[in-house]
Antibody
């Protein structure tokens, strides 16, 4: 069955950097696009970024454009999110999620989430 | 910017039918997806491509679409259905993936 396991979260000071990882298993990782979605404490879901199956296409939410970079290593079935110039408003649980199909933007599986806290 | 609008809350008694709507211009040419999120848990997909139900999701969950509005219907609501529900769609002109603000279903 599909498993997505995030790691790399923690507490970081404003202006700092953090790199999240997501280990995928149970499906052919190299043939699916992947998303990052976040959820601030007590708030709703906010899409962050998406990457195509071959990493040739990447798209970002305006709120993270230029600060965050999504990438993947298909040889290791792993998704990444490099987060730079972090702000307090980036504090959230970050979920990696599997894209349902190459021609659809929907999500069909979610990881359990990892907490990122930006605070001095 | 494009957005999806959901009612903040819906309340029903056990055994009744709950309807949660999601409205937005993007829904006229993009499919909708519905995700259920219980407290402290990751979301779970319950409806995809407007009307299809993933394996393992109870038949009481169904979806429909009309113009700029999609609806998640839960027939014969059970206590375990109490959760937040989020609609999801897309806008290919950016910001690409859209989420509604979420609806808290109280049973």
């Amino acid at each position: 069955h599909v498993q997505l396991v995030e790691s790399g979260g923690g507490v970081v000071q404003p202006g700092g950097s953090l790199r999240l990882s997501c280990a995928a298993s149970g499906f052919s990782f190299s043939t699916y696009g992947m998303h990052w979605v976040r959820q601030a404490p007590g708030k709703g879901l906010e899409w962050v970024a998406v990457i195509s199956y071959d990493a040739n296409n990447k798209y970002y939410a305006e709120s993270v454009e230029g600060r965050f970079t999504i990438s993947r290593d298909n040889s290791k079935n792993t998704l990444f999110l490099q987060m730079n110039s972090l702000r307090p408003e980036d504090t959230a649980v970050y979920y990696c999620a599997k894209r349902i199909a190459v021609d659809l933007w929907g999500i069909d599986y979610w990881g359990q989430g990892i907490l990122v806290s930006v605070s001095s | 910017s494009p957005e999806l609008t959901q009612p903040p809350s819906v309340s029903v008694s056990p055994g009744q039918t709950a309807k949660i709507t999601c409205s937005g211009d993007a829904l006229t040419n993009q499919f909708s997806f519905w995700h259920q999120q219980k407290p402290g848990q990751a979301p779970v997909l319950v409806i995809f491509k407007d009307t299809e139900r993933p394996s393992g999701i109870p038949e009481r969950f169904s979806g429909s679409s009309s113009g700029t509005t999609v609806t998640l219907t839960i027939s014969g609501v059970q206590a375990e259905d109490e959760a937040d529900y989020y609609c999801q769609s897309a806008d290919t002109s950016g910001p690409y993936v859209l989420f509604g603000g979420g609806t808290k279903l109280t049973v």
